[in-house]
């Protein structure tokens, strides 16, 4: 199965994947994948994203153990975003909290309503 196939990437060959605990239905975070990280995500049964910063392949979790098994995979209406439906060991945010999504925007500040997990 190709990227290609259903999906639209953007100009840079990225599209948004978003991983939702299976479990929870809680958004744990966004990332991009490229063509090379949607057939490793496929071939292996775990995420793989591509890195915009270091401009290379990342398999979720290889340095810190926090992988992410994909259970199921949708597209959107466009074809053009990923959700994957995840089952996470440990933390998904590199900042040690359950999700990216911890901030949270009350009044007119943004909030932290999650600390790290310890």
Known sequence: MSLSDKIKPNDAGLVPAIAQ???????????????EAFAQTNATGYAHYYSRSRKTQWKK?????????VIDMYIDCDGDTILLLIEQEGPACHTNRESCFYQQRQNDEWVTIAEPIK
Do not use: F, I
């Not at 605990?21 to 063509?35: F, H, I, P, S, Y």
């Open 21 to 35: 605990d299976v479990r929870t239905g809680r958004v744990l975070m966004m990332a991009w994948m490229n063509e």
């Open 61 to 69: 979790g290889e340095s810190s153990g926090h992988v992410q098994k």
